[in-house]
């Protein structure tokens, strides 16, 4: 097989782990609070501004402005679901997407604000590996692996711990939740302080690879959203599965034509597919 | 032990509850029966706390609880096994038991408190593994009373547990009730199986538009004929 196409479905895959973490975060919101969070991939903008800034500005080692982006992304999304959908949790869903496809304005307008659209590189160059004469990014491999370790963490958490049971307990049946003793409102700001994390995550993991400028959200905000619903809306596993199917069309789509036509692939495929099983190739 | 006086109680601007008083004495089981729309399982999601009251009180052993959300109430020693049961359909038969000792004084007995529905219910440890949505309809009505005495209560809600059953397992039901009351619970049972709900109370009301209509103890309401008529068929 051609060298060159065994380099792309090996970036495909390396892509698809970071792509598999955020849809992972807004499944998750979604199956646990039923809202979409349209601005989330502005979060990770967010998130790679805050490292960013930490490291080249204030000489803050690279894995402590990382764990400061992630923590103040958790932080982050506390705050958008006390004061962006708190008040809108009982309207109706076209009332909180308008809410938070409004906070995607506000954020990638006040980001152009505060540090003009400049793109922004933290300067920091990672070696490229080379197997078998196969050349990888080593920024890639470092995302992947932390993708999947972000994934495993989180299927932990969900698994193993009360609050994790607790938070699939919502998922499942929300209103009787309050019977078993379970403070959904909590529930509610656990669920957004670790779908933050996960875009603070990200944020580390993409900040290696591509430079920060307001609108770098727009790269991946609508493809997480075609994974996600693919995958089946709230269907982790599915969305799991559904980041890497996307990645390979991109990466392989990618080797035979260009980037750009990729995405038009991708998304023709999505629409074909979405007409085939509407709710999800996962559908339950 | 439970009290409630003169409350009312509905959804929007449809009131159900139009001035309930109720007394449900420690140790002892008390039947609510009436027809459908009467009020009985809004009558139990007052208590529980997921729906608000108007007007009038609720007190646990003196203390009022109404006003306070449904996680704290269940900290207060009330766990309610809601009608249809509503397990939580992808967790597994332990997971669901596990939530159920959710509040952190139950968290702290949860080994002793899974040896005890084990030991009552034996059929939920053999499929403890097995996801709660694919149990039959008795074993999901074990599970759900499992999962509500996991939570260490003193007095449990059974809103319909003979619902949706078939007649032999109803049965089943109304023995572990009975077996359950021998342990010193307190219960308050909402049904709709009045002949088979009398033979397992101490005290039984009939609620009828939202109001008590009739009040007495099992035997009494057993003998009195508009029961017998109209909720019996004899």
């Known amino acids: 097989m051609d060298i060159f196409l065994v380099e792309a479905i090996i970036n495909g895959i390396l892509?698809?782990?970071?792509?598999?973490?955020?849809?992972?975060?807004?499944?998750?919101?979604?199956?646990?609070?039923?809202?979409?969070?349209?601005?989330?991939?502005?979060?990770?903008?967010?998130?790679?501004?805050?490292?960013y800034f930490l490291y080249t500005q204030y000489d803050v080692p690279l894995l402590l402005a990382c764990l400061a982006g992630i923590a103040g992304m958790a932080v982050f999304g506390v705050a958008v679901h006390l004061l962006i959908i708190a008040p809108v949790l009982n309207s109706a869903p076209i009332n909180q997407l308008l809410s938070t496809g409004g906070l995607l304005f506000f954020l990638q307008s006040f980001a152009t604000l505060l540090f003009g659209t400049d793109f922004r590189n933290i300067g920091v160059r990672l070696p490229v590996v080379e197997i078998a004469s196969i050349y990888i990014s080593f920024a890639r491999l470092i995302a992947f692996a932390f993708g999947l370790i972000g994934a495993v963490a989180l299927y932990l958490f969900l698994k193993r711990t009360y609050i994790g049971t607790a938070i699939r307990a919502v998922a499942q049946d929300r209103d009787i939740v309050g019977l078993v003793g379970i403070d959904q409102r909590r529930i509610y700001l656990a669920t957004s302080a670790i779908g933050g994390a996960l875009a603070g995550l990200a944020a580390c993991l993409l900040v290696l690879q591509y430079d920060v400028h307001p609108f770098i959200g727009n790269t991946f905000g609508p493809v997480i959203f075609m994974i996600c619903v693919l995958g089946g809306l709230g269907n982790m596993i599915g969305g799991f599965v559904a980041s890497f199917i996307i990645s390979q069309i991109i990466a392989i789509g990618g080797y035979y034509s260009s980037t750009e036509l990729s995405y038009v692939l991708a998304f023709t495929l999505f629409i074909i597919l979405m007409f085939v099983r509407p709710r999800g190739l996962f559908a339950r | 032990m439970l009290s409630l006086s003169a409350v009312c109680a509905g959804y929007g601007s449809f009131q159900v509850l139009f001035g309930v008083s109720l007394d449900v004495p420690r140790g002892q089981a008390v039947g609510v029966i009436g027809p459908n729309g009467a009020g009985k399982t809004t009558l139990m999601r007052v208590i529980s706390g997921l729906v608000p009251i108007r007007s009038g009180t609720v007190t646990l052993d003196g203390e009022p609880i109404d006003g306070l959300p449904a996680h704290r109430i269940v900290e207060q020693g009330i766990a309610h096994v809601p009608e249809h049961r509503?397990?939580?359909?992808?967790?597994?038969?332990?997971?669901?038991?596990?939530?159920?000792?959710?509040?952190?004084?139950?968290?702290?007995?949860?080994?002793?408190?899974l040896d005890r529905v084990y030991g009552l219910f034996p059929r939920l440890k053999e499929r403890r593994q097995q996801p709660a949505g694919t149990l039959s309809g008795g074993e999901q009505q074990m599970c759900a009373i499992g999962r509500a005495l996991m939570s260490d209560p003193k007095l449990l809600l059974l809103d319909e547990p003979s619902a949706g059953l078939a007649p032999l397992v109803v049965s089943q039901v109304f023995e572990l009730i009975r077996r359950i009351r021998g342990e010193g619970l307190t219960v308050l049972i909402v049904?709709?199986?009045v002949q088979q709900v009398l033979e397992v109370v101490d005290r039984a009301y009939l609620l009828e538009v939202g109001a008590v209509r009739l009040a007495g103890t099992a035997d009494e309401l057993k003998g009195n004929p508009f029961i017998r008529r109209s909720y019996m068929g004899l």
Request: hydrophobic share 55%; with cysteine.
């Open chain 2, 191 to 193: 049904e709709q199986n």
């Open chain 2, 86 to 113: 509503r397990l939580f359909p992808r967790l597994s038969v332990e997971e669901n038991l596990r939530i159920g000792a959710f509040i952190p004084r139950a968290r702290r007995g949860f080994a002793r408190q």
């Open chain 1, 15 to 51: 892509l698809g782990g970071v792509l598999a973490l955020l849809a992972l975060g807004l499944n998750l919101i979604f199956g646990v609070i039923d809202v979409v969070w349209i601005a989330y991939a502005d979060i990770v903008m967010c998130g790679m501004y805050v490292i």
